[in-house]
C-alpha cells in the first residue's frame, strides 16, 4: 500500500492568483498522477508526471495552466495558475503501486472566488 | 475507451447484503475490470478487480459474467461505513495501462440503519 499526503488540505483563493498543492508518497514510484474532481462529479486525469521528465497532460489540460514539478521519486507539485471560479475543484494525486491498484490523497479543495 | 453503465442510486439495510451491477458490454478480451469507492470528503479507494474469474477479497467479491459484458460487486454485510460512491471502471492491462483510470458517474450507495 501506500500512504499520500497533500497540502493544502483546502484552501479560498482570489481570482487571478496561483496556488501550488504538494503531493508526498511514503515510498518511491515512477509515476504520479493527478485528478480534478469539479463540484458534483466525477474524477478526470489531469496529467502524469515521471520523474526526471516533463508531464505528460491529457486532452484538454495545458502545461502553462497546471505546471507540474516532479523533483524525486516520493513527491510531485501540481501549480493551477491564474485561477478563475470555474477551476473550483478538488485536486487528487494517486499513485499506482504493485498489481495494479491506484491509491489516492485525500484531495485537495479549492474554492477560488 | 470501453464504457461501464451503473445505476445512480442504490439503497441498502444494514447488515444486509449489496449487490452493485454493472454493465459493460463493449469490453475487450484483455480489459481487466476494476471497482474503486469514494467515501465522502476522501480520495477513492481500490476495492477489487477481476478478469474472468470471481474474486473474493476481505473487502468484498467480484461476480463475473460468462460473457465478461456485466459484472456485479458484492457486499456481504453491509455497514454504516460501506456509504460511498462506487465506481466501475475498466482498465486495460500493462504496459499500455498508464495509471489512467476513466470514472464514469458511479453508484451512490445509501445504508439504512
Known amino acids: 500500500s501506500a500512504v499520500i499526503s497533500q497540502k493544502p488540505s483546502r484552501d479560498i483563493c482570489q481570482r487571478g492568483t496561483s496556488l501550488t498543492i504538494q503531493c508526498q508518497v511514503d515510498?518511491?514510484?515512477?509515476?504520479m498522477f493527478w485528478y480534478r474532481q469539479q463540484p458534483g462529479q466525477s474524477l478526470t486525469l489531469i496529467a502524469t508526471?515521471?520523474?526526471?521528465?516533463?508531464?505528460?497532460?491529457e486532452s484538454g489540460f495545458v502545461i502553462d495552466k497546471f505546471p507540474i514539478s516532479r523533483p524525486n521519486l516520493t513527491f510531485s507539485t501540481l501549480t493551477v495558475s491564474n485561477m478563475s471560479p470555474e477551476d473550483s475543484s478538488i485536486y487528487l494525486c494517486s499513485v499506482e503501486i504493485g498489481t495494479g491498484e491506484l491509491f489516492f490523497g485525500e484531495g485537495s479543495r479549492l474554492t477560488v472566488l | 475507451d470501453a464504457k461501464t453503465t451503473q445505476p445512480n442510486s442504490m439503497e441498502s439495510n444494514e447488515e444486509e447484503p449489496v449487490h452493485l451491477p454493472c454493465n459493460h458490454s463493449?469490453?475487450?478480451?484483455?480489459?481487466?475490470i476494476h471497482w474503486y469507492r469514494q467515501l465522502p470528503s476522501q480520495g477513492p479507494e481500490y476495492v477489487i478487480h477481476g478478469l474472468t474469474s470471481n474474486v473474493n477479497n476481505r473487502m468484498a467479491s467480484l461476480a463475473i459474467a460468462e460473457d465478461r459484458k456485466s459484472s456485479t460487486l458484492i457486499l456481504h454485510r453491509a455497514t454504516l461505513r460501506d456509504a460511498a460512491v462506487y465506481y466501475c471502471?475498466?482498465?486495460?492491462?500493462?504496459?499500455?495501462?498508464?495509471?489512467?483510470?476513466?470514472f464514469g458517474q458511479g453508484t451512490t450507495l445509501q445504508v439504512k440503519p
Open positions: 508526471a515521471n520523474q526526471g521528465s516533463e508531464a505528460t497532460y
Open positions: 471502471i475498466l482498465r486495460p492491462p500493462r504496459p499500455s495501462n498508464t495509471g489512467k483510470l476513466i
Open positions: 515510498s518511491q514510484v515512477t509515476m
Open positions: 463493449t469490453i475487450s478480451g484483455t480489459d481487466y
